[in-house]
C-alpha cells in the first residue's frame, strides 16, 4: 500500500479479526526504527484501545503477557538473540512487519521467522530481488546469488508468486480517490552532477605538466568530495527556498526535509539553509529555521517526534501567527533518518540534495510529502 493509505489501520482490522475470531491470542507489531515503535503504539490504541491492550515491550517487559498486542523493534529482540530467551516460537499467533522489504534483511529475518504464527508484512516498496536475475548456470557463485536473492525477495518470502502482492494499493489509486496528492517536480539538477551520475561519469578535458592532453573522469563516489563546493550548495539552498511551497496559514516557508549526501554535507545544508533564511526573515530564527536531525546529532530520535503534526514543537513553537501550532523550525536535513515510515501529514516540501540510486529510496522519500493536510488547525 502506498505511503499514506492506512497500512496501519489495515493492519488494526486484521489484528481485530483475528482476536476477536479466536484464531490468534497475541500479535506482535514489529518495526525497524524507534520512532515507528511510538508512532505504531498511539495508532493501535487509537484504533483499538476499547478492545484491546497495546503495549511497548521494552516498558513493560514483566508485564507483556497481559496485552493482546504487542510492538517493539526488530533491533531490541535481535540484541543477543534476545528474542529466543524471551519468546517461545508460540507466544505470538499473528507476527506483523512493519516496512516488510527492510525487517526481512540481514538478521531481522531471523526474528521474524523463530515465531510459527500467521504473517502478515506491509510496505509501500516490495522489493523484487528476482526479477531481472538470469543466474541459471549451476557454479556456486550463481547459486549464493540465487539463494541470496531468495532470501530477500519480499513476495517470495510471504508466499505472493508472480511478484504479485496478496493486496495491492497505488499512489495512483490514492491520488484518483482522493485519499493522497502527486508531488510536483521542480527539477534543479546542473550540467556537472547530471553528467557526474552518469555512467561515464564527469569528464574534465586538462593539459598536464608535460603538455599532453588529458581527460580525468570523476563518478559518483567522488560526487560531495569533489563537487560540493560552498557555491554548488549555497545555489541548492538558494533555488530550494525559492521554489518551496509556503505555509497558507503563516505565509512562511513551508514544513521540509531536506535529504543531504553525508553528515558533513547536512552540517554544510543547516548552516546555508539558516544563513539565507535570515536574510529572507531578518531577527525571526536566529538560527532555528534549518535544523540537522542525523545519527550525530545528541535527542535526534526526538527532534523527529517533535516536528511531526501530532505535536509540531520542533525548536518551540511558530512565531508569526501567535494561535497558530506549527513547529519554529521549518527544514530538517537529514541523510538516511527520515525516509521510511515517518509520518507527518503537513510537510510540504522534499529537497532531494544528493543523487538517490534506489527505487525503494525514492518511492519512500516521495510517499513523505504525498500525504494530504488541510491546514484547518
Known sequence: MATGTGKTLTAAAVIKLFLKSQNASRALFLVDRLELEEQARKNLIAYL??????????????????????????????????????????????????????????????????FVGYKLGLTATPKDYLKRFKGSSPNARDLREAERRLLLDTYRTFGCENSQPTFRYSLLDGVKEGYLINPTVVDARTEITTELLSERGYIVSFTDDDGEDKEEAFKQSEFEKKFFSDATNQLFCKTFLEHALRDPVSGEIGKSIAFAVSQNHAVKLTQILNQIADIMYPGKYHSDFAVQVTSQIAGTQQFTINFSDKNNNLLGSGNFVPSYKTSRARVCVTVGM????????????????????????FIQIKGRGTRKHNFLE
Open 49 to 114: 484501545s476499547n478492545d484491546f491492550t497495546t503495549m511497548v515491550y521494552k516498558e513493560d517487559r514483566d508485564d507483556w503477557r497481559r496485552a493482546e498486542i504487542v510492538v517493539t523493534t526488530v533491533q531490541s529482540l535481535l540484541f543477543d538473540n534476545k528474542y529466543q530467551r524471551l519468546f517461545s516460537p508460540t507466544d505470538f499467533d499473528l507476527v506483523i512487519s512493519d516496512e516488510a522489504h527492510r525487517s526481512i534483511g540481514g538478521n531481522a529475518r531471523a526474528v521474524f521467522e523463530y
Open 338 to 361: 527520515m525516509t521510511t515510515g515517518y509520518d507527518c501529514t503537513d510537510i510540504l516540501n522534499l529537497g532531494l540534495f544528493r543523487p538517490i540510486f534506489s527505487p525503494t529510496d
